[in-house]
């Protein structure tokens, strides 16, 4: 799991409570990964874009959506987190607010197109760390454009322009700031149920199931 830098999270948290509440969002926050109307159990995973941990976890994540698709009871949301030392991932951060602003609607519907361009991005990390390390901060935001075009649809120039928008720097700020306020230090993380869960990133998928059906058959 990638370690958060103590040092900015303290100066970070310090420049939130001098800068004033921020605006409260239009709704919670959150990519839906798996949709429940009325959810026995909550799982939160914090990711950042362009960890290798955070790619390594996506296919049992990938597994345990699939197994409990269509059935009641679990929803999956997914915040991103983006670490200090992954210096792109604030702009890959950003595209993906794009990419839910131009594709989705109503919250009871999940973030498909988001849930793309995660995955795309999980495999071509290196592209955005090592192969980007030259490169200027337009330049990568380019790239990056583009490669948001490629995965989602989503034109460049829509996701340029998010560069630039301050709604979107806004629901950037707040998802992180919502990840340090829960106590996330790192990638991936899970909260379940409102608790932070600091073993569940050993869990494969035979012990996430095995979590998930026990909650789920607990009386309320």
């Keep these: 799991m990638k370690s958060f830098y103590i040092a900015c999270f303290v100066l970070a948290s310090f420049a939130c409570a001098v800068s004033g509440q921020e605006a409260v969002p239009e709704r919670p926050l959150g990519f839906v990964y798996l949709d429940d109307a009325r959810p026995k159990v909550v799982l939160e995973v914090f990711y950042d874009h362009l960890c290798d941990d955070s ?72 592209e955005f760390l090592t192969g980007a390390v030259d490169m200027t901060e ?24 998010g560069f630039k928008s301050e709604r979107v720097d806004t629901k950037s700020r707040n998802a992180w700031r919502y990840a340090a306020s829960r106590g996330i230090t790192g990638t991936p993380q899970y909260i379940i149920n409102g608790v932070h869960d600091y073993d569940a990133v050993k869990l494969d998928f035979d012990g996430w199931k095995k979590m998930i059906d026990d909650l789920m058959t607990r009386p309320s």
């Design 138 to 161: 337009p330049q990568v935001q380019a790239k990056i454009a583009e490669f948001t075009e490629t995965a989602t649809k989503v034109s460049k120039e829509k996701v340029m322009a």
């Design 55 to 126: 790619a390594a976890s996506w296919p049992t994540l990938k597994q345990i959506e699939s197994e409990y698709s269509g059935k009641q009871g679990l929803e999956i949301l997914i915040h991103i987190f983006p670490l200090v030392n992954h210096h792109n991932a604030f702009f890959m951060q950003k595209a993906g607010e794009v990419v839910r602003n131009e594709t989705r609607g109503d919250r009871n519907e999940t973030d498909d197109a988001f849930v793309t361009f995660l995955e795309q991005a999980f495999k071509q990390q290196e």
